[in-house]
């Protein structure tokens, strides 16, 4: 008999951590939808339920980052969840006509969430080998 203990093969093992670049970019954006309850009760703002579901989602992506960050795949899945819907609805912006700089914002939102998929997507980099 074999008396050595069984190993899953090294592929079998790889975690689903967040990489830095998307990390970054869903921080900043869970940054600004609760920055975003700033025009509440301004002549701009959104309604207030939209506000309030807007700034639950910048906190739960905030939330769920570093747990992401650490491997959790439950916790990745409820980031990139939270910036998907909170990309969804940014568009309301563009539905209702909402001023210049606030339909500047929700396009920056839609465009870096995008993007943190985008790189979210791309294979990791191999790691250089130790003797080069």
């Known amino acids: 008999m074999n008396s050595r203990p069984a190993t899953a093969p090294p592929t079998a093992t790889r975690t689903e951590s967040l990489p830095p670049a998307p990390a970054a ?5 869970g940054l ?36 992401a960050r650490n491997g959790s795949r439950p916790a990745l ?17 563009f539905i209702a006509t909402a001023p210049v700089w606030i339909m500047a914002i ?14 979210l997507r791309r294979p990791p980099r191999p790691l250089p080998s130790p003797g080069t």
Do not use: K, M, N, Q
Not at 83 to 89: D, H, K, W
Not at 106 to 119: C, G, K, N, Q, S
């Open 77 to 93: 899945v409820t980031a990139v969840a939270a910036r998907i819907i909170s990309a969804i609805l940014a568009v309301g912006a």
């Open 106 to 119: 929700e396009a920056f939102v839609i465009a870096a969430t995008l993007v943190a998929l985008v790189l």
């Open 25 to 29: 970019i869903f921080a900043l954006l």
């Open 32 to 67: 600004i939808d609760v920055a975003l309850l700033g025009v509440v009760g301004s002549s701009v703002a959104p309604p207030l339920g939209i506000s309030i579901v807007v700034a639950a989602l910048g906190l739960i992506t905030l939330a769920a980052l570093v747990p």
